[in-house]
């Protein structure tokens, strides 16, 4: 694996990639990377003769009370587990050399899929991750790009970029990986103490709650949210930031659950707020 | 000449062209083309092996009160000039194939290439301008983008945002092509009658009085735009929106002129807003 930090470096490396006609994957992290990181890069590594990991805590998808300053970092660790999992380039810039001096351009999906959810409570967030992936799709202009279902508003918001701003790029959307106990895989869980750990499970309990409640015949919106907040209230430890069932494609609410809903968490245990998802599927046959 | 009104035939025949390893040139226009864009036709045709030209006129650009509706088409007498100047390919798309159904995405450069001269009296413009443009620049990955120096905030902007989001183009600038009485080329010219189009001579006039002034050594900004100004203002159908002499990199006044500034005008004549400029240059000896 080579490693990357300058623009001009990575793209004369991806110049004789393509000279060679071999395909180009992008997976673009934070770093911290764990199983779920692990899976995108191994995907890509099946699907392109190139894989392209960038670790970049990009800072202005943080908002000013968020925990840029602390967010974990270990390049060492990261490198190794990237390699080991099929990337070929690893590309590390520092924060200058993806936002150079003079810098005034944003790149900004606006509407229903940006204003819900984590919109709401992380203003300018998605703003910030459109304005960078927008950059790194310039730097790689890979073929494929590689995102988690975890982030499901974040791969909402970036199909929607991709589509009307014509980016020659397919993006490829990974299942979420869990422990094994069913927590989802984040960088965050890092900040969590044994007891909050043990406390986050009810994010995805609530979730599979969710699925029976479901499955029990219940299409009512705001009944299948409300069941869902009264479980996770019987956890001391966590505070609902929100419980929303919407549609997929806008991420807005319906009153009636139709085929299918897409049910989203943001829940804070203690300091570390996490997030959790799954789609709610109506039987074909009742 | 070819001639494609979608993207996805646009794409196929570009995807031929770069296979046969050849170099793309794009030159962007809303039609009604004049000597200032076959100018830029004919330089993108001695630098490239294939020329895109697109006439779209983008409505993301106009405010409410401008003349969208107006503005003046017609395509079959400028895809005859496009030919004769060197386009191979033109690309002439309705509006709901740029902006697609459910489209909610913008690019925006922010600060004072986009809020100082015409970002003021045409607010939302420039984001307008860079929201298209971006999106052209991924339809047809040009090697190279051909803009006129006529619009010279919007190539400050535009180098800004290509700069910012890594765009993999080079950006060449065209100088202004004048009439022979020195009326800058504008498809908005069309719109003047007679007497109108005499006075607006005025514009041009006024740049070569400001260069006269400078030449005799006047270097106070202020003083040098109220000259300007007072000589426009002898020109009774003249209205001024705004005469200014700006830094050319950031488009921000200083007090006195150094080395090279930017003088640009905008000036109704009539219904008809137009705009010109020059720069300004201190005589290396004196």
Not at 212 to 229: L, Q
Not at 250 to 258: A, F, N, T
Request: glycine fraction near 6%; hydrophobic fraction near 40%.
């Amino acid at each position: 694996m080579q490693c990357f930090e300058t623009v001009e470096q990575l793209r004369s490396y991806l110049t004789e990639a393509r000279r060679r006609q071999q395909s180009i994957g992008l997976v673009p992290t934070m770093g911290a990377l764990h199983e779920g990181h692990l899976s995108l890069m191994r995907t890509a590594a099946a699907e392109n003769d190139i894989v392209v990991a960038s670790i970049f805590v990009n800072p202005t998808q943080f908002g000013p009370q968020e925990d840029l300053a602390t967010y974990p970092r270990n390049l060492e660790k990261d490198a190794r587990l990237a390699a080991q999992a099929g990337v070929t380039a690893l590309f590390h810039p520092p924060v200058e050399e993806v936002y150079r001096s003079g810098n005034a351009t944003w790149v900004e999906v606006v509407g229903s899929l940006t204003e819900s959810l984590c919109g709401r409570s992380r203003p300018g967030h998605f703003r910030g991750v459109t304005t960078v992936v927008s950059r790194l799709f310039n730097i790689v202009q890979p073929d494929r790009a590689y995102f988690g279902q975890k982030d499901v508003q974040q791969v909402q918001v970036l199909k929607r970029m991709t589509q009307d701003l014509f980016f020659d790029i397919q993006l490829r959307v990974v299942p979420i990986v869990r422990e094994n106990d069913g927590l989802a895989m984040s960088s965050r869980n890092a900040y969590l103490s044994d007891t909050e750990r043990q406390a986050a499970l009810i994010l995805s309990r609530s979730l599979e709650e969710a699925k029976r409640i479901v499955k029990d015949g219940e299409r009512d919106t705001a009944a299948i949210e409300a069941a869902v907040t009264a479980f996770i209230q019987k956890e001391e430890l966590a505070v609902i930031d929100y419980v929303e069932l919407v549609h997929p494609d806008d991420l807005m609410r319906r009153e009636q659950l139709e085929a299918v809903g897409l049910l989203a968490l943001a829940v804070r245990i203690g300091k570390t707020r996490l997030i959790d998802n799954t789609f709610l599927e109506v039987p074909a046959c009742s």
